[in-house]
């Protein structure tokens, strides 16, 4: 018997290196073959066998169920047959971590396991209320889950932080390295990239409870005695950026949906902010990418274009969690601050955040004022049930927007001293005293329990609350299912809605309308007719919009406005006699664009 061939015989080929992909790069097949793309096609583009491909496509719903709760989606094990209730305290355990290591809260592995047996229990305990005949023997139940050394091994590798660091003493801010940093490495950078403070901007992210009033008022009080989903806890995060200049680029929000009932029929590509989803609304290394690449870049290329500078751009980070390490990009030069040095250097936080957060209460409480002013018919509490996620969008447009370019400007002072010399503004402690003092005043206007007597610390306790640690309950509602809101948008609405060019003629009719009842009604002719043009000038957008797609309607064929019935009774080619028309079809008389 003739002796086996050795693999490493001469012609053989060497053996395929298996390789694994990430939770995030299977989503990203799977997206890819949801467009069209064939599995071959894709296999190519990730260097997969075909098979391979299509065993991914087969297992879809564990993947996507997995990228949903998974805290890191570089993970690369797909969560399957797992219990429920681990796997949700998994989640929100991930989700705490990363919001402790990003407030510099010490962590040791006993903190972490209590916290895992705390969250079990919790979770656990949320599962048999909603199912009262679950067995107390049953799999799952807190008493079975010890939080052991060995689950927390495993937790941490399922979850990417086998390289977290963990010690007894918090983490203070380290100021030697702050002032080692602003003196040495941040001025060579700058010196030798020679950068304009147009081309050097900060990026941080925010959590920012956006229904959220003070502790006091009766809105507050009645929600936390309402069953179910509470809107003062729902989160986004809004990822702010900004150059040593005064310039604020669009913000990024994420939202724990992707399509909320209040954006239907919305280009999201036309928002006031870049809007990104997650469901525990967080910022992932993922959205960073997008909002780099989608976001950052475009918004800046623009801005230095019209400053006639060259796309040359440095990008100051901070160390956390969802920001990644191959930020990349021709012309721009990513740079981490130092550890620890955040609270100490990095402009988005030496008042700009803050600030922001005042202005957005102001904002909020102005929106309610002028809503109940212009209704008289209905309550504070209706109005605040109707203040949804578009009108958060408008008021953080509207806070970022009120921040001062100069107040920006002076925030990049203690790390970058040479360009701040020239101040001139309130600063940001002083627009934020501004901001509060008039959301008081707001408030009392407002009146009603906790409102009419509202104070400038209960604004303060507000502000300081976007900040707090997480409790259990924020950790329950941000890894829950971000289902409670109508995320699938019903197709045929989407086809019939929109901006329409009914809607148009409707829009500048009630406009029309509006100048005729001022002229009228106003005694004082020069005011009505600084009225008049200044809507004029406000509905120019829609006029030409309305006269573009008149146009393009006269440019379709006209069959397109015949009804299905009309054109089956019209007489085709074969049936027609030479005798009418040399054989052409008559078509009515009437003109059905006069429809329109």
């Known amino acids: 018997m003739a002796p086996k061939r050795s693999a490493t015989a001469s012609g053989a080929m060497p053996k395929r290196q298996r390789k694994m992909l990430t939770i995030a790069e299977k989503v990203n097949v799977l997206d890819m073959l949801k467009k069209g793309s064939s599995y071959a096609a894709v296999g190519r583009h990730y260097g997969l066998n075909e098979s391979t491909v299509r065993y ?38 991930g989700l705490w971590i990363e919001d402790c290591q990003k407030k510099n809260i010490p962590l040791v592995t006993n903190i972490i396991r209590e916290k895992a047996k705390q969250l079990h229990d919790r979770f656990a305990d949320a599962l048999d209320n909603t199912q009262p005949g679950t067995s ?18 495993k937790f941490k590798k399922r979850f990417n932080l086998a390289s977290m660091s963990l010690h007894g003493e918090a983490a203070s801010a380290d100021k030697a390295a702050a002032e080692k940093y602003v003196a040495d490495t941040f001025k060579v950078i700058i010196e030798e ?70 954006l239907r029929n919305k280009n999201k590509n036309l928002l006031p902010v870049y809007w990104m989803h997650n469901p525990k609304a967080c910022i992932t290394k993922p959205l960073t990418l997008d909002w780099f690449h989608q976001c950052f870049i475009p918004e ?47 402009p988005m936080d030496q008042g700009i955040i803050r600030t922001f957060k005042a202005l957005y209460t102001r904002n909020t409480l102005q929106h309610m004022v002028e809503a109940m002013d212009t209704d008289d018919d209905i309550s504070l509490k209706e ?15 509207k806070a970022l927007n009120d921040m001062e370019k100069e107040t920006v400007h002076a925030c990049w002072k203690k790390l970058w001293p040479e360009v701040v010399h020239d101040y001139k503004g309130f600063s940001a402690e002083e627009t934020r005293h501004s901001a509060v003092d008039k959301a008081v005043r707001l408030a009392k206007l407002l009146g009603g329990e906790g409102f009419d007597d509202m104070t400038c610390d209960d604004i303060n306790e507000l502000l300081e609350a976007h900040s707090e640690t997480l409790s259990d309950e924020d950790l329950a509602e941000m890894t829950k299912s971000a289902n409670e809101e109508d995320e699938q948008e019903d197709p045929a609405q989407e086809e019939d809605a929109g901006v329409t060019l009914e809607h148009l003629t409707t829009i500048l009719q009630v406009a029309k309308d509006l100048q005729t009842l001022v002229e009228e009604w106003d005694p004082q002719m020069i005011r009505s007719l600084q009225f008049r043009n200044a809507l004029d000038s406000a509905m120019e957008v829609y006029k030409n919009l309305h006269t573009q797609m008149k146009k393009q309607c006269q440019q ?23 005798g009418d028309n040399g054989g052409a079809t008559q078509l009515p008389e009437e003109d059905p664009l006069e429809e329109l």
Request: aromatic share 10%; hydrophobic share 40%.
């Open 300 to 346: 800046v290329k623009i801005y230095l274009a019209e400053k006639g500078l060259e796309f040359k751009v440095l990008l100051l980070l901070d160390n956390a969690v969802g920001h990644p390490l191959d930020l990349s990009y021709q012309g721009v030069k990513i740079e981490f601050l130092p550890p620890n040095t955040t609270s100490l250097i990095q």
């Open 383 to 397: 109005h605040w049930q109707k203040y949804m996620i578009t009108s958060c969008m408008v008021n953080v447009q």
């Open 56 to 93: 991914i496509k087969k297992e879809e719903k564990n993947i996507r169920s997995t990228a949903a709760v998974s805290f890191n989606q570089g993970a690369k094990r797909v969560v399957s047959g797992r219990n429920k209730v681990v796997v949700h305290m998994e989640s929100a355990l």
């Open 193 to 262: 990239g020679r950068y304009w403070p147009e081309q050097v901007f900060n990026m941080d992210e925010t959590a920012l409870f956006w229904k959220r009033m003070p502790s006091r008022t009766f809105i507050t009080k009645e929600e936390a005695k309402a069953p179910g989903f509470k809107a003062h806890k729902d989160r986004i995060t809004l990822v702010v950026c900004g150059n040593a200049a005064g310039f604020m680029i669009k913000p990024g929000l994420i939202y724990k949906s992707k399509n909320p009932w209040a």
């Open 136 to 153: 107390v023997e049953s799999p799952g139940r807190k008493s079975e889950f010890t939080a052991s050394k060995g689950w927390f091994e």
């Open 556 to 578: 379709l064929p006209v069959t397109m406005f015949l009804t299905r019935k009309t054109l089956s009774n019209m007489p085709s080619v074969e049936e027609e006699t030479p």
